[in-house]
C-alpha cells in the first residue's frame, strides 16, 4: 500500500547512487546477493539477542534491495535478475521472523510460524498471479517496471519492512505485531485469489 509513496521519495536518490556503481562496474546481481548475505547477518544478529544490529542490517540490506533495481535498469534488466531478486527477497522475509522466533520459542514461537505461513500463501498467491499474466500478456508497472507483473495490496515491501523494524524496537511486542501484520498480510493474499477469480475465470469453471 505504501510502496508507490515510497517509492516517489527515495527513487532519485537510488538513482543517484545507482548511476555511480553502474559507473564502478558493480552488476545488478552482485547487489542482489549481497543485500541476501547483509539480511542473512540481520537474522543471525536478531537470533542472537543483538537487535539494534540486526535493525541496521535490515535497513541496509533493503537499502542495497532497492539499489539493485536501480542499476538493472541502467544495465538493462535480465531473467536471472529478476529470479534473484523475488526468490530472496521471499526468503529474506521468512528468515526475520524465524529469527525471533529463535530468539524466543516460548513467546514468538505460534505467532512467528503463523506469518511465516501466511507470507507463504501471500508469496504463492502473488507468484501464480504473476505466472498467469505472463501466459495472458497482462502488463502491470504499479509498481515501476518489474520482471514480474506485479499486483499492489495492504501489505507490501515498504509495511513489511517497517513492521521489521517495529519488531526489532519492540521485541515484547512482537506477538501482537505478528498477529496484526499476519491478519494484513492474509487480507493482500485473499484480495490476490479475488482479483485472480475474476480476471481468470472461464465459463467452464477452474
Known amino acids: 500500500m505504501l510502496d508507490g509513496w515510497a517509492r516517489r521519495r527515495i ?4 538513482d543517484r547512487v545507482a548511476g555511480a556503481l553502474h559507473a564502478a562496474g558493480i552488476s545488478a546481481n552482485a547487489i542482489t546477493l549481497s543485500a541476501f548475505a547483509i539480511g542473512a547477518a540481520a537474522a543471525l544478529a536478531i537470533a542472537l539477542g543483538a537487535l539494534w544490529t540486526g535493525l ?6 533493503r ?9 538493472a535498469k541502467r544495465a538493462g534488466r535480465t531473467d536471472l535478475g529478476g529470479y534473484l531478486d523475488i526468490v530472496l527477497d521471499f526468503a529474506f522475509y521468512g528468515m526475520i521472523p524465524l529469527a525471533f522466533v529463535i530468539l524466543d520459542p516460548a513467546a514468538n514461537g505460534i505467532p512467528g510460524a503463523l506469518l511465516i ?5 501471500n508469496g504463492a498467491s502473488f507468484l501464480a498471479y504473476a ?7 497482462l502488463a502491470g508497472n504499479a509498481r515501476g517496471p518489474k520482471s514480474l507483473f506485479f499486483t499492489t495490496g495492504l501489505a507490501e515491501a515498504t509495511e513489511t519492512i517497517a513492521v521489521f523494524v517495529a519488531f ?9 505485531l505478528a498477529y496484526a501484520f499476519a491478519a494484513l498480510t492474509a487480507y493482500t493474499a485473499l484480495s490476490r485469489v479475488v482479483l485472480a477469480w475474476r480476471q481468470f475465470g472461464e465459463t467452464n469453471g477452474t
Open 63 to 71: 537499502l542495497g534491495d532497492g539499489l539493485d533495481g536501480a542499476v
Open 56 to 61: 541496521i542490517l535490515i535497513l541496509v540490506s
Open 168 to 176: 526489532c524496537l519492540f521485541p515484547d511486542w512482537f506477538a501482537i
Open 131 to 137: 505466472a498467469i499474466a505472463e501466459k495472458r500478456g
Open 117 to 121: 505461513a501466511v507470507f507463504y500463501a
Open 11 to 14: 527513487d532519485p536518490a537510488l
